[in-house]
């Protein structure tokens, strides 16, 4: 199985396994996520490794929404997730219960649009199963 | 540097017209403007034109500024098309400003305008949420309330703040609306009310979030001379910063964009903290009054939600906060919340506030300061824009 891409926000490896794609800057260390060519930190350009990161996360904090944008069906769950390297996303959670210190892993979701039929091949965080507090 | 002077400003109220088009929402605050100023027209040499969503919106994504301001009867003159999401206002006053200070142009305008009622509110939403990377974020959900939210629990865990306290910013946002003629919604809340209006986003409840909006502001500023000329005394521009987001500290030490900003421009224009008597802030959501009180160091991290309690921030209070009512009540027309921050300090400053005027030991206020943020990168607000104004 190739390695499906996506705008070089994750990507699913050959074990079928999603991954955010993050980079390590060979200057001073500093993960950033998205991944970039040049450092923001130091500024150093073209010295960044690509790593893939966020297969699994913390919630740092979570809330429940109750209006949404287009697309996204409520009530829905948005949250600050902490991954490799204290690295922090922000993504969607799905999850029966879903709490400060839960843990959580990396899904790929398909959606399709009903007014457009459009598929959309999106990412979002789950709680594991028994990973709650 | 030529010293910037706040010569006249004009409002649209804001709320929402279905009937009122882009074009005619900007004729009104920019004529409205001029009238205050009691100035020529033709001597306005440079425009700033604020707007975020008349693309998304609106259908019209480019040359916003010539369009709009054509109908209200500029042409040849530069117009800058400003965008920098819900801080578009103070950025295009600061360039406005900026253009006057380095003696390029003896009078420039900045015009904020937004429309957002379209007919589909989901549109709308989702418009806002392209305020961020929208790369990073694709099919999240993102929504600014939600994030509004997230630093809302984080308060109240920090610092043991209940939603409570966040219901009684409401309340008084809703009472200076009530004085405010500009305002979307002038309705006094109790904090019943706002505690028992729906869910938007735990824990932010309708009332403690900013409505979409329609409406508009502009402000002319002028060099000494200008201002001289047209003889009363005017409010003068004594600073203004602009930053972008900071990046990530994973220790999270350092601290947040608003503090060190604020910190560089009192250094810079050399006054205290106490000489600032007033204050219009950010209240997208009403929770983050308090973050944008201790962040500019007015008050110690973890205080203002106490201080609420004890009317300080009240228009009789000791630390006047949002007299307009805040984008809580006064509306969020994004384009337009910057200017219209500097709109109602000028006021204020000029004892032209009827009755939500804020008056300190008996005497009309000196110094009053605006903080308006806007957008999302990573984990930071995009833009941050701070104007301090005296007379
Ligand atoms: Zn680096």
Not at chain 1, 85 to 103: M, S
Not at chain 2, 62 to 83: H, K, M, T
Not at chain 2, 123 to 138: H, Q, R
Not at chain 2, 352 to 380: H, I, S
Request: charged share 20%; glycine share 10%.
């Amino acid at each position: 199985m190739e390695n499906i891409r996506e705008q070089n926000i994750f990507l699913i490896d050959k074990k079928g396994k999603p991954n955010l794609i993050g980079s390590k800057c060979l200057g001073c260390d500093h993960m950033s996520f998205p991944a970039k060519e040049v450092c923001p930190y130091c500024m150093t350009n073209g010295r960044s490794e690509e790593i893939l990161i966020g297969k699994l996360g913390i919630v740092v904090s979570a809330t429940t929404c109750h209006t949404a944008p287009k697309g996204i069906q409520v009530p829905y769950t948005l949250g600050t997730i902490e991954i490799d390297y204290g690295v922090h996303v922000l993504a969607q959670i799905t999850g029966n219960t879903i709490r400060k210190g839960d843990k959580v892993e990396l899904v790929i979701y398909s959606s399709v649009s009903v007014e457009s039929a459009e598929e959309t091949i999106g990412w979002k965080y789950q709680i594991v199963e028994g990973g709650g507090q | 540097m030529e010293k910037v002077y706040v010569i006249g400003v004009g409002m649209h109220p804001f709320g929402r017209f279905l009937d009122k088009s882009l074009k005619y929402l900007t004729r009104h605050a920019v004529w409205e403007a001029i009238q205050d100023a009691g100035i020529d027209p033709k001597k306005v040499e440079m425009a700033y034109f604020s707007n975020s969503f008349a693309g998304a919106l609106n259908g019209q994504h480019s040359v916003r500024g010539q369009i709009y301001l054509r109908d209200a009867g500029f042409s040849e003159i530069p117009i800058i098309n400003v965008e920098n999401a819900c801080a578009s206002g103070s950025t295009a006053f600061q360039h406005a400003c900026l253009a006057v200070s380095s003696g390029q142009v003896g009078v420039a305008i900045a015009v904020g305008v937004e429309k957002m009622f379209v007919g589909d509110n989901t549109k709308t939403i989702t418009a806002l949420g392209s305020a961020g990377d929208v790369e990073a974020t694709k099919g999240q959900g993102l929504q600014f309330t939600a994030l509004y939210a997230l630093k809302a629990l984080n308060y109240m865990e920090e610092y043991g703040a209940t939603p409570y306290h966040f219901a009684k910013v409401a309340e008084k946002n809703s009472e200076n609306a009530v004085l405010n003629p500009f305002a979307q919604f002038r309705k006094k809340l109790s904090v019943e009310d706002v505690l028992n209006s729906r869910m938007i986003a735990d824990p932010l409840t309708l009332y403690m979030c900013s409505p979409i909006a329609d409406g508009s502001a502009a402000v002319i500023v002028a060099n000494e001379k200008v201002a001289n000329q047209l003889g009363q005394a005017q409010v003068h521009v004594k600073g203004s910063i602009l930053k972008s987001g900071q990046l990530y500290d994973p220790n999270n030490k350092q601290p947040s964009m608003i503090t060190k900003a604020s910190n560089e421009l009192f250094e810079k224009i050399g006054i205290g903290h106490s000489d600032i008597n007033m204050l219009e802030v950010h209240d997208a959501a009403v929770s983050v009054e308090f973050e944008h009180i201790e962040d500019l160091g007015l008050l110690p991290k973890g205080t203002a939600f106490q201080e609420i309690l004890e009317g300080t921030f009240s228009l009789s209070g000791k630390l006047p906060v949002n007299m307009s009512g805040g984008l809580t009540s006064k509306g969020h027309p994004v384009g337009a919340s910057g200017v219209a921050q500097i709109v109602e300090i000028t006021k204020q400053l000029r004892g032209e506030a009827k009755e939500r005027q804020v008056y300190k030991n008996g005497k009309l206020p000196l110094t009053g300061l605006c903080l308006n943020t806007g957008g999302r990168v990573e984990d930071d607000r995009a833009a941050y824009g701070i104007t301090i104004l005296s007379r």
